[in-house]
């Protein structure tokens, strides 16, 4: 295989950013010893052994949880959106999608400080909820908040994909549905959803992948009372300084990673094949 | 026509911004890299040190001990003064992580209070100079809490739930269990270590949230009414907020002590030197105490401070006060303990 000259660079900038971290990581993963002398430690299992305790396997099952979770509200919620957005008008729906965003290119850091002043126990919401006559709720520091913070934050991950797929759709195959009978419903579950799945896949991995490995939004959200793996791994990094145990469960979470991508590839090829089925 | 302009303009704007960039860079002071504590300085006291000595300052900030050491056993960082606390200076000497500190190139040692000289974790003060110290304790706003509190115990009783804000550092929380229990917060004891785990998974039902430096926001805004603080910042956060209350619990609590060192690998050891003497400038000592609240080591700088915080009796208590206080000693391979212990506080349900 010939590569062109920008192949080469960027096979370079693989091989140095991609490639060699993710050697380091595994490396250290399968020793122990002092993180800080690498060329002292010893091949080791250990710290995969030390993961697979039901201490850490709770903080995973609740990681995973709380991305599962978030991921179909997102879906749930960015499914109609991208399906407004993309049956207005041209000029409007670039506006629209345009506002969608915006709020993007704020840092991602402020953004979920915001919510702390929207829903602190003196926050903008219970004001309003008291100035109502009830009684303020609970709001910051619980799942809860953490939920609500991975779904603001990677809502336009599941809106961008699903609504491109929209607008790219061939618009013939939905009227040849409707001119053979099917009513909107129909066409919608039969002919539109299955067009659109892929766009829907790339938007469930977009969304799970950051919401399984954040510890933003767990620390300030949550308060530090929910533990997540991203909190576990950048305690071990950060505090303890257990780059070996840090990175044996980076590489467990990749490889829930890989698995979750992998089934959702392949649910999204037997999808293709129905839709080429079609024809 | 009109697009060639643009053009020019877009060029001309890029030559401006890299030409400024590249003489941002091309900076030919000497430089002194400083590595504190977030929020334990005051900018302005950079500046004039800046200007004095025609340098360069570099400021970066860290939340822990903890990530302090992981940085600096990291290496590569090359910071010139780092200000560690008690223990993690006692550790760093072991594992010679900094530099023995020429005490004939720092004339304004002699500022120093002799309380704290010749501590025991520097025994002759060969590697750090005193910056600041304190105690830690609970912070209480008077109107929102029914009662007075007055040790730790209190933060267990579930009339405060949803009131109260723990330290998020595995060191300083443990040590609030541990005396609670009236153990000592050095223990190396793990059955004592269990029953503190134990304290606080009982107590996490009833806590609002574990932070760190936003501590001091979310009190003084009253979203909570409760908080464990060290004494410098509960000194800044009664500034804020007339309604708060700091008490030293009847349990003990834990006295600590900060001090500028230097890191093996520093770049600009010299200028380093300078700095620490300058910084125990009494002018400079007091500005600098004055803005942060924290406590400073050194009388003539005590005696500049505004008679408001020189008579503070949060920042500045009567040593007799002060018997029932115990100083974090190294807790070197009891790291990974008190590590377990955090995670299984955090991942029980």
């Given at each position: 295989m010939k590569l062109s000259k920008h192949g080469y660079f960027y096979l370079i900038w693989m091989a140095i950013f991609i490639a060699i971290p993710l050697f380091m990581v595994a490396y250290l993963a399968f020793t122990s010893?002092?993180?800080?002398?690498?060329?002292?430690?010893n091949f080791s299992l250990e710290n995969f052994k030390r993961f697979f305790t039901p201490m850490y396997l709770e903080v995973l099952k609740k990681s995973i949880?709380?991305?599962?979770?978030?991921?179909?509200?997102?879906?749930?919620?960015?499914?109609?959106?991208?399906?407004?957005?993309?049956?207005?008008?041209?000029?409007?729906?670039?506006i629209l999608i345009l506002l969608f965003v915006i709020p993007m290119w704020m840092n991602f850091l402020l953004r979920t400080y915001a919510w702390l002043t929207l829903l602190g126990k003196n926050g903008i919401i219970n004001l309003l909820i008291t100035k109502l006559g009830f009684q303020p709720l609970d709001l910051l520091y619980?799942?809860?908040?953490?939920?609500?913070?991975?779904?603001?934050?990677?809502?336009?991950?599941?809106?961008?994909?699903?609504?491109?797929?929209?607008?790219k759709m061939d618009n013939s195959l939905i009227e040849a549905s409707?001119?053979?009978?099917?009513?909107?419903?129909?066409?919608?579950?039969?002919?539109?959803?299955?067009?659109?799945?892929?766009?829907?896949?790339?938007?469930?991995?977009?969304?799970?992948?950051?919401?399984?490995?954040?510890?933003?939004?767990?620390?300030?959200?949550?308060?530090?009372?929910?533990?997540?793996?991203?909190?576990?791994?950048?305690q071990q990094f950060r505090y303890t300084g257990d780059w070996h145990f840090g990175s044996a469960m980076s590489i467990i979470l990749m490889v829930f990673i890989l698995i979750s991508m992998a089934l959702t590839s392949k649910f999204d090829k037997d999808k293709e094949g129905d839709v080429s089925g079609l024809w | 026509m009109k697009n060639k302009w643009i053009k020019r303009i877009c060029l001309l704007l890029l030559g401006v911004l890299s030409v400024s960039i590249i003489s941002g860079c091309s900076d030919d002071r000497p430089t002194l890299n400083i590595y504190n504590w977030g929020d334990y300085?005051?900018?302005?006291?950079?500046?004039?040190?800046?200007?004095?000595?025609?340098?360069?300052?570099?400021?970066?900030?860290?939340?822990?001990?903890?990530?302090?050491?992981?940085?600096?056993?990291?290496g590569g960082s090359s910071y010139d003064v780092i200000f560690p606390s008690d223990y993690m200076?006692?550790?760093?000497?072991?594992?010679?992580?900094?530099?023995?500190?020429?005490?004939?190139?720092?004339?304004?040692?002699?500022?120093?209070?002799?309380?704290?000289?010749?501590?025991?974790?520097?025994?002759?003060?060969?590697?750090?100079?005193?910056?600041?110290?304190?105690?830690?304790?609970?912070?209480?706003?008077?109107?929102?809490?029914?009662?007075?509190?007055?040790?730790?115990?209190?933060?267990?009783?579930?009339e405060f739930s949803g009131e109260i804000i723990m330290l998020n550092s595995q060191r300083d929380t443990l040590a609030v269990a541990l005396k609670k229990l009236h153990y000592s917060m050095n223990t190396r004891n793990i059955n004592e270590l269990e029953e503190a785990k134990n304290e606080l998974i009982k107590q996490r039902p009833l806590v609002y949230a574990y932070q760190g430096d936003e501590i001091k926001d979310s009190i003084i805004s009253e979203e909570a009414a409760i908080g464990v603080v060290w004494s410098g910042d509960a000194v800044a956060m009664m500034r804020e907020n007339p309604n708060l209350v700091y008490v030293l619990p009847e349990e003990g609590t834990n006295l600590w002590f900060d001090a500028m060192v230097i890191p093996k690998d520093a770049q600009n050891v010299e200028l380093a030197h300078k700095f620490i003497d300058f910084m125990l400038r009494p002018d400079i000592?007091?500005?600098?105490?004055?803005?942060?609240?924290?406590?400073?080591?050194?009388?003539?700088?005590?005696?500049?401070?505004?008679?408001?915080?020189?008579?503070?009796?949060?920042?500045?208590p009567d040593f007799s006060e002060l018997e029932n206080t115990e100083i974090f000693k190294d807790p070197s391979d009891l790291l990974k303990e008190y590590d377990r212990i955090w995670t299984e506080i955090f991942s029980s349900m």
């Open positions: 010893g002092d993180s800080q002398s690498i060329s002292l430690a949880q709380l991305a599962f979770i978030s991921t179909i509200i997102c879906f749930l919620l960015g499914y109609p959106v991208a399906y407004i957005i993309s049956k207005a008008k041209l000029k409007n729906r670039n619980n799942d809860t908040a953490v939920l609500l913070g991975m779904v603001y934050n990677f809502l336009p991950f599941m809106v961008l994909p699903i609504f491109s797929v929209l607008t409707w001119d053979l009978g099917a009513n909107k419903l129909k066409t919608f579950l039969k002919v539109i959803f299955p067009l659109s799945l892929p766009g829907v896949l790339s938007g469930v991995t977009m969304v799970f992948i950051p919401a399984v490995s954040t510890f933003v939004i767990s620390s300030l959200l949550g308060g530090n009372k929910t533990y997540l793996i991203g909190n576990l791994i950048e | 300085i005051d900018p302005e006291v950079l500046n004039i040190f800046e200007e004095e000595y025609n340098v360069r300052v570099v400021y970066d900030t860290f939340a822990t001990n903890e990530d302090l050491y992981v940085k600096i056993k990291q200076i006692e550790r760093m000497i072991r594992e010679d992580l900094i530099q023995k500190i020429d005490t004939t190139k720092i004339a304004n040692i002699n500022n120093v209070d002799e309380k704290f000289m010749n501590l025991d974790y520097d025994p002759n003060n060969q590697y750090s100079i005193p910056y600041m110290w304190g105690t830690v304790g609970i912070i209480y706003n008077k109107n929102l809490v029914n009662r007075p509190l007055t040790k730790w115990a209190d933060l267990w009783d579930e000592a007091a500005k600098n105490a004055e803005y942060i609240g924290y406590s400073s080591p050194i009388p003539k700088a005590i005696e500049l401070l505004s008679d408001e915080l020189k008579n503070n009796k949060v920042a500045y």
